[in-house]
């Protein structure tokens, strides 16, 4: 079955560490995506790929980092610099970069500070 | 105007009615329009694209309406498991092509 994995649900940071979620595909999607979802609020973009070893900065890029080394692969990086990091975080991807193509989301990461 | 905008709701409608919700856009040059659907604490889901022909899929029927601006959805005979976050997404001529996301509507489709 294709789609998009997302690891782990459910992740617990301490005060000033680092962590980085995963998000796999296998859909052959060019472009991925990385978006923050706070509760009652619409999904905002953090990073965004369109081919590999190649990303740029969504709205809110500061205190996050992400690579492209594999098209399957797009892991994110919640740096200690993210002060307000709680958040449920969502990877998407598509077929083209382009925007005529619709996103598919993976099920999500659930962020808390400990 | 915002770039996406939406009335958050939450709509209460009793099963088997007919409901039907818009979205409006500030982009004139807008080319991709989609909704998707959000249940509580789950990603979202590709509901349908909206095509300018508009385009029906079962009970839910999208419109587009260039000139003012807008994409609806119906649907009709409302289900118990229609309740969900309605989330409206345009694409950004402007920067970079980037596809919006609308902060959604609530419906409630009430027993």
């Known amino acids: 079955d294709g789609g998009i994995t997302q690891s782990p649900k459910y992740l617990f940071r301490k005060e000033g560490q680092n962590v980085t979620l995963s998000c796999e595909q296998n859909l052959n999607h060019d472009a991925m995506y990385w978006y923050r979802q706070d509760p009652g609020q619409g999904l905002r973009l953090i990073y965004y790929s369109q081919i590999v070893n190649d990303f740029q900065k969504g709205d809110i890029a500061e205190g996050y980092s992400v690579s492209r080394e594999k098209k399957e692969s797009f892991p994110l990086t919640v740096t200690s610099a993210q002060k307000n990091p709680t958040a449920f975080y969502l990877c998407?991807?598509?077929?083209?970069?382009?925007?005529?193509?619709?996103?598919?989301f993976g099920d999500g990461t659930r962020l808390s500070i400990l | 105007r915002k770039e996406v905008e939406q009335d958050p709701g939450p709509f209460n409608v009793p099963e088997g009615a007919t409901v039907a919700f818009n979205c409006t856009y500030s982009?004139?040059?807008?080319?991709?329009f989609f909704w998707y659907r959000q249940d509580c604490r789950k990603e979202p889901k590709l509901l349908m694209s909206v095509y300018s022909s508009g385009n029906e899929d079962g009970r839910f029927t999208a419109q587009l309406n260039r000139a003012s601006q807008y994409i609806s959805l119906l649907i009709r005979d409302s289900k118990l498991s229609d309740s969900a976050t309605y989330l409206c997404?345009?694409?950004?001529?402007?920067?970079?092509?980037?596809?919006?996301f609308g902060k959604g509507t609530r419906l409630h489709i009430l027993p």
């Open positions: 998407a991807s598509s077929i083209y970069k382009d925007s005529y193509q619709p996103q598919h």
């Open positions: 997404v345009v694409n950004n001529v402007n920067r970079d092509d980037k596809i919006i």
């Open positions: 982009n004139s040059a807008s080319q991709s």
